[in-house]
């Protein structure tokens, strides 16, 4: 790094202008960590601290961290093209569809671009709404799917959508995996199913086999479409390009984003059949967004599909996840009283601790140790672990010792130094005594 | 070992100090809970009902069916309710749990923030 940065300056404008409350959590978590230099699957605090990321911004670093690649694709975008007229037809867009046309399963063929995931499963549900003329959107319970207007209202955490209610009308939720729940609200008012093959903030839960099979024969029966959240599940995270591969389902919808941007720009897509481009046929724009596959996301976005292919991170991504998992596992059995089950796929791991202080607690630990884990926005009590697919075998077994030790720390009590107040104490002094 | 008397003069600050404070009522007006406290050196418990960001009876006893369940010894609880610790560190000491959700148990850290930004 050329640039030096003062992290206590950062944190204190961070507290602020931004929020002050963010720096507390953070700082009481261990992780006010103001990211300086990054490589690969690796962060350094601006105070020289590693890290290995494990959580990469939810699943947006897959190709690795300012990846060298994709870094130089961006240098050259940004030499020739600027973000683009976005009511332009667009040579870079064209292209990107084009790519995800001959990656996504099945007959998903076009491409509607945005600048994120909630805004890609925004779109969806319009599509959705407006292919099928329904109105009922099925989600589920502690499924995510972005903070943005329809996506919120299928979001499963209700905490993040009581302050704003009322939201979108006739949305409902069932639960993860029980294909007969999902069965009795399924009929002909129903436009689409939506949901993750894998929940990511719901805590790392896959869908349980036969499941996802489940969910595209039910939505057949009535008429309804079935569109996959593989915003954190795709691009190779679980060992295949798509999670659903795992099963054989081609959804009619598909949304991606978070590593579409290799790390560095912001972009999403909203991947469907040409059956679907139908209604956009006579309304060519009825879903515009200025920043949504923007030239430069695109050229980037291009890069970051060609690395994963070329360089074989899908199949680097499921060898590296069966290390992690074998020691996972191994880790788990030593200490049944502290993790009760790890799951997940591919470099997409959840642990699932005994109570939910835990999750908090571990991340403490964890990044005392060298590694930056976050547990699930959902399940407190879980720790997903989703470093970047270029983690080489050190740096899983690196993970793995950080995490033994991690746990022996909690299991001795250990935790931040205490300090009172700088102030005399408030409490009166005769009912200290015990 | 704290005993009630001493707990009921901790909640009584504690319930002046956040009452009384209009940033943290309005910025705790949408949220309504049922906390319990359980002691776990000395068996004691108790309850507090916030309604719309105002405490409304601190009994003893557990009344209700509670939203958040909180446990640690009762020293604790006193220092804890007349703002002498910073209850976040006794939470990652594994010293405090909490039964609840994440929002709720961040926004007890941010009652903490809002009355005693000094510690």
Sequence with gaps: MSETIDKQEALEKFATFINPQRVRVMKAAGLDIIEAERSGAWVWDADGTRYLDCFTSAGSFNVGRRNPRVVAAAHAAIDRLDNGNFLLCSQPKAELAERLAALTPGSLSCTMFGTGGGEANDFAIKLARGSTRRLRIVSTVNGYHGHTGFALSAGGRASFRAPFEPLMPEFVQVPFGDLEALEEVLDERTAAVLLEPIQGEGGIVPAPPGYLRGVRAACDQVGALLILDEIQTGLGRTGRWWACEHEGVEPDVMTTAKSLGGSLVPISATVFTEELREFLIPSPFIHLSTFGGSDLACAVALEVLAVIEQTGLVEHAAAMGERLFAGLDRIAAAHPDVITEVRGRGLMAGIQYSEDSLGPRMSYHLARQGVLAIYSGNQPA????????????????????????????????????????????????????? | MADWDELTEALADYTVTCNGNERLRKMQRDWSRNLHF????????????????????????????????????????????????????????????????????????????VIWPDV
């Design chain 1, 382 to 434: 879980v720790m997903r672990l989703m470093p970047s697919l270029v983690i080489e075998e050190d740096d899983v077994d690196f993970l793995l010792g950080a995490l033994e030790r991690a746990i022996a720390d909690l299991l001795a009590g250990a935790g931040p130094e205490e300090r009172g107040p700088s102030r005399p104490r408030r409490r009166p002094t005769r009912a200290t005594a015990s």
């Design chain 2, 38 to 113: 359980v002691c776990a050196d000395n068996e004691l418990t108790f309850s507090m009902d916030v309604q719309r960001g105002e405490i409304i009876a601190t009994p003893v006893g557990h009344v209700g069916v509670p939203d958040i369940v909180v446990t640690t010894d009762s020293e604790i609880f006193c220092d804890m309710f007349w703002g002498d610790l910073n209850p976040v560190q006794k939470y990652l000491r594994g010293e405090i749990t909490v039964q609840g959700s994440q929002e709720d148990v961040m926004r007890l850290d941010a009652i903490s923030a």
